[in-house]
C-alpha cells in the first residue's frame, strides 16, 4: 500500500478515495457460501471507505427490497440490481429456488470513484459465490405484499428551509485539497440548528463531481426529488457559490430547471443515508422525532455535544466534509 498522499504538499497521506485491491465480505475475501434452494434474507451493508457497489447476480436471480437503512418499505419492491454507496443498507430477499444453475454469483458494476471512475476489473467486480443445493425442498415462507406504513411525509409540515452545498477545493494543478459542505470547516460554528420534533425541507447542492452518501446523524430522511443544474451555467452558479456561499444570494432557481431523476421506487422510503448527484439538487424532507409516531425521542436530543451530518465516503469526511448539527428545544 503506497501511503504517500495524493498530494504531500497538503497532506503528507491523504487519498481523496483510497480504493483497495480486494473485496471483502463478513472478515472473508470472496467468499463462498452453501444455500438451499429456498428464500434467504440478507442485510447488506456497503462498509468500504469510498467504493460503491452495483450490486447484481450473473444468473439473473432478484433483489426483493423490504427495508433500506432503518426502516421497512410501504410494500416488497423487486430489482434485478442495487447501488449502495457507503454505509447505506439494503434489506433484501434472495429466492435461490428461482436459479436454473447450482451456483450464483454476487457481482459488482459500479465504476470507481463513482459515477465517472474507472471500470471494475476481474477482481473487484466480483464479490462472492452461492453454491446452490441441487434438492428441491418446500418453501412456504412468503414476502408479505404490505410491509409497514409509516406517516407519509408532508412538506407542508416542513419548519425550515435550508440549502446545504458540497464543494471540492482544488490545488493550481488541479488535485483535491479538502471539501467542505457550504464552504465551512468542521471546526466553525454551528450553522444548522433544527428545533427536536420538527421536520426540515434540505435542498443539498452537489457541487463537485463525485457522488457523495450524505448521512444525517439522528434524523431520517425522504427523497422528494432530485433536480439537474443547467447544463452550460453550472460554472457560472459555482462561481457565484464559491464567493458568497449563499443559494438565494446565487439565485438557484434561474440553475434548476434540467430534468430531474426518478428515485427508484425501493429508496422512496425514510433513509438515514442518500446518495447526492454530481451537478443535481437533491430536495429531502429530514425529519427530528420518530418516524413511526411523530413523537419526541426518549432523551434529549439538545444535549451536548450535538450531532453531525457528513459525506460517508470516510476519506471525504476525514478531510473535513463534516458540519455539525445541534437540536435546540
Given amino acids: 500500500m503506497n501511503s504517500t498522499g495524493n498530494n504531500p504538499n497538503i497532506h503528507p497521506q491523504w487519498q481523496p478515495e483510497y480504493f483497495g485491491d480486494t473485496i471483502i465480505v463478513n472478515g472473508k475475501a470472496w467468499p463462498r457460501m452453501i444455500v438451499r434452494r429456498r428464500k434467504y434474507r440478507f442485510r447488506i451493508i456497503n462498509a468500504s471507505n469510498a467504493r460503491f457497489f452495483r450490486f447484481y447476480f ?30 447505506e443498507i439494503a434489506d433484501v430477499v434472495i ?34 459465490k ?25 412538506l407542508s409540515s416542513a419548519s425550515q428551509t435550508r440549502y446545504i452545498a458540497m464543494y471540492e477545493y482544488t490545488s493550481a494543478i488541479d488535485e483535491p485539497t479538502h471539501l467542505y459542505i457550504n464552504g465551512k470547516s468542521y471546526e466553525e460554528s454551528v450553522t444548522e440548528t433544527p428545533k427536536a420534533g420538527t ?17 444525517i446523524h439522528l434524523g431520517l430522511f425522504v427523497v422528494m426529488d432530485q433536480t439537474e443544474l443547467v447544463k452550460g451555467k453550472v460554472e457560472e452558479f459555482k462561481s457565484c457559490m464559491t464567493r458568497f456561499n449563499d443559494a438565494v444570494k446565487c439565485q438557484i432557481s434561474k440553475y434548476t430547471h434540467g430534468k430531474r431523476l426518478e428515485v427508484p421506487e425501493h429508496e422512496k422510503g425514510w433513509k438515514n443515508v442518500y446518495k447526492m448527484t454530481p451537478g443535481y439538487v437533491t430536495k429531502i424532507l429530514v425529519r427530528f422525532s420518530y418516524i413511526h409516531s411523530n413523537g419526541s425521542y426518549t432523551f434529549d436530543p439538545t444535549a451536548d455535544p450535538g450531532y453531525v ?20 428545544k
Avoid at 444468473?59 to 454505509?87: K, M, Q, W
Avoid at 421536520?199 to 448521512?215: A, F, G, K, R
Wanted: charged share 25%; with cysteine; proline share 9%.
Fill in 309 to 328: 451530518y457528513h459525506c460517508h465516503i470516510l476519506d471525504h469526511e476525514d478531510n473535513v466534509m463534516m458540519r455539525p448539527l445541534k437540536l435546540v
Fill in 58 to 87: 450473473t444468473n439473473g436471480l432478484d433483489f426483493i427490497h423490504v427495508a433500506a437503512d432503518s426502516a421497512y418499505l410501504g410494500r416488497p419492491v423487486t430489482t434485478n440490481e442495487t447501488l449502495l454507496a457507503p454505509s
Fill in 199 to 215: 421536520s426540515e425541507v434540505w435542498n443539498v447542492i452537489n457541487l463537485t463531481e463525485d457522488n457523495h452518501p450524505l448521512h
Fill in 130 to 154: 452461492f453454491l446452490i443445493k441441487k434438492k428441491r425442498e418446500l418453501d412456504t415462507w412468503r414476502v408479505p405484499n404490505k410491509l409497514i406504513k409509516y406517516p407519509s411525509p408532508d
Fill in 95 to 128: 429466492d435461490f429456488s428461482k436459479s436454473k444453475s447450482d451456483f450464483a454469483i454476487l457481482a459488482n458494476d459500479a465504476p470507481y470513484p463513482y459515477p465517472s471512475g474507472d471500470p471494475v476489473n476481474d477482481a473487484n467486480g466480483m464479490i462472492m
